[in-house]
Every structure is written in structure tokens, then in C-alpha cells.
């Protein structure tokens, strides 16, 4: 079963060592609330990938240093690396093609 873990900045960077995705959310935002369930449901079908998310407003260093400007963010992260982001949100589907699509 697939889940989502909200994640800080003790364990971000031995997590994007993983191939995971990162869901940048703000709890204030929109769009974010609505992007939420889609991860999750998506975590429970392409399970090759972790998933986590990280609150931009709690942890403002690590989203200066991807530059997260906009959320949702999702970015996929692997060893250590972002490989793609997409910024707002998604449909299920496109949600899958971003992961499968590398």
C-alpha cells in the first residue's frame, strides 16, 4: 500500500537519494489540498517511486534551493538529483506519464 510521508530537512537529502517524488505543498493552497489525494492514489498503483511531501512554509531553505516559487511543486528526485518538476495541479494521469516518463 502506498503512502505519502511528510518529510524535513533532516532526512530530504539521504531521501532524494531514492528515486522519489516530492510533492512542495503549502497547507493554505488550493490547489495543493486538491493535488493531495491524486498522489496519494497514484502512490498506491507506480510503486517503484517513493513519495513524500514537505511544507514550503516550514521548511523555506530546501524550497529557496530548488527554487519552488509556485505550488504544488512535484519534483522527481533520483540519486540526489531532481530529474523533472512540474509546477500546479495535475491530473491522475498525467501524474503517472510525469513518473513512467523519465
Known sequence: MGMVAEINEKDFDEKIKEKCIIDFFATWCPPCKMLAPVIEEVSNEVTEVKYY??????????????????VPTVILFENGNEVKRVSGYIEKEQLINFINNI
Not at 511531501?53 to 527554487?67: P, S
Open 53 to 70: 511531501k514537505m511544507n514550503v512554509d516550514e521548511f523555506t531553505d530546501i524550497a529557496g534551493r530548488y527554487r519552488i516559487t509556485h
